[in-house]
Each structure stands twice: as structure tokens, then as C-alpha cells.
């Protein structure tokens, strides 16, 4: 079992149970390529961790604003919990040095490692949680996210952003986008599709995601930054 010493000082956490936040920053493509690794991956824990976040933002959003409606309310947590945020956050606890992976997943510093340390953080948040309850959990999701909720309001960071990629592509360019999906990787299971954006002929960007729903929206906001539209 490796050292996590540093980790727990960087997140000012002590574990009881080590194994369980050595179990969180070890990836599938670890544990294949380590057949003698003694613990399992952070599937489990990511499963787990995910219900606690939503669980503790949806308590942080129905406090912070009594009167938004659901609709908003579901709006502001679903950019507060997507893999662009949880992948930010991931980055500035320097949680790329404390991973476990294969040696070709090393390699890719792109999209996929954003869903890697976006699903990390989740694993670390179910780690936390079976290990010392919901309110450290909380806590912890609390230093790390909850600080964002005010620029991602103000900013309208939640906005859907295909349908706002669709309303600027038809006032600034008089076209409405198309997409097309140019590859699907994975088991069936654990599928990754790369969506590209279309205005006319034009390929203005390319996204990726778990369905093609959530690689269209990350097509939609690479195009949206691209066209400087995000501003």
C-alpha cells in the first residue's frame, strides 16, 4: 500500500481506515496492468461519493437561495457537480500526483484525464464519508466547491450550453449548429463519445462524454469559448 500521509496533510483529513483513500486514488487501468494490487478500484466509492455530493449541494443551494425555483436550484448544482468543476477542483488539490494508473492512461493528459480526476473526486468524497461520516464529507465538498456557486451564478455558468450555443450561432452567424458523433470508444459499460459541432460545413469544436448528450454539451461550450461567445 502506497504512502497517502501527504494527501491526508494536503486535504487536512487523517483517515482511520487508509485503505479506503488509497482505494479512492486508484483507477481501473491500475488494477489491471497491477494484478498484485491488494485493493480494488474507486468505482464503488465513486458511486458512493456521488450521492453524497449531490446530497450536500442540494443542502448548500435550498439554504443559499430560498428563492430560486427547482428548476434554477437543479441548474446551479448540475454546474457546480460537472466534470469540468470536479476536474478543476481535483487539479488544485494536485490529486494527478497522488493517482494510480496504467502507464498508457499516464500518457493522456487530455479529456480523459478530466473524467478520471472528476470521478477521483468523487471516490475521495465516498472515502471520507464511510470513513468518518457525512459532515467531514461535507465539509471537505464545501472547501473545495461551494466557493464557485456565486461566479457561476452571476456568470450564468449553468446555462444549458447547447441552447446557448444554438440562440448565439443563429444571432451571430444566422445558422443553427449540427453535431455528429466521430467516435465511440469502451465497453458498453464504460462507452466515451466525441461529439464534433457543426455551423454549416464549418467544424467549430469537439467535445466528449459518458453519453452523447454529455458530449454534445462539451462540443457546445468548447464551440462557445472558441467563438469567444463565452465572454
Do not use: C
Amino acid at each position: 500500500m502506497s504512502d497517502t500521509s501527504n494527501f491526508e496533510e494536503k486535504i487536512q483529513i487523517k483517515f482511520k481506515n487508509k485503505g479506503l483513500l488509497q482505494q479512492a486514488l486508484t483507477h481501473r487501468s491500475y488494477i489491471n496492468e497491477n494484478r498484485g494490487h491488494k485493493l480494488p478500484h474507486n468505482e464503488r466509492l465513486e458511486f458512493l461519493g456521488d450521492a453524497v455530493l449531490e446530497l450536500a449541494v442540494t443542502k448548500f443551494l435550498f439554504s443559499k437561495y430560498p428563492e430560486k425555483t427547482e428548476g434554477d436550484l437543479t441548474s446551479y448544482r448540475a454546474a457546480l457537480v460537472n466534470t469540468n468543476t470536479l476536474s478543476e477542483a481535483s487539479a488544485k488539490l494536485d490529486i494527478n500526483n497522488f493517482l494510480l494508473l496504467s502507464k498508457g492512461e499516464k500518457k493522456d493528459t487530455g479529456r480523459a484525464r478530466s473524467y478520471i480526476l472528476a470521478n477521483t473526486f468523487e471516490a475521495i468524497v465516498g472515502a471520507i464519508y464511510l470513513d468518518q461520516g457525512f459532515a467531514p464529507a461535507e465539509k471537505f465538498i464545501a472547501k473545495n466547491l461551494f466557493h464557485l456557486t456565486e461566479e457561476i451564478v452571476s456568470k450564468k455558468l449553468w446555462q444549458d450550453s447547447k441552447s446557448f450555443f444554438q440562440e448565439k450561432a443563429q444571432e451571430e452567424a444566422s445558422v443553427t449548429p449540427s453535431y455528429k458523433t466521430v467516435k465511440e470508444e469502451g465497453p458498453d459499460h464504460d462507452k466515451m463519445f466525441t461529439v464534433a459541432v457543426f455551423l454549416g460545413d464549418e467544424e467549430i469544436a469537439v467535445g466528449k462524454g459518458q453519453s452523447k448528450q454529455e458530449a454534445e454539451q462539451d462540443a457546445a461550450r468548447s464551440g462557445l469559448h472558441k467563438k469567444g461567445w463565452d465572454k
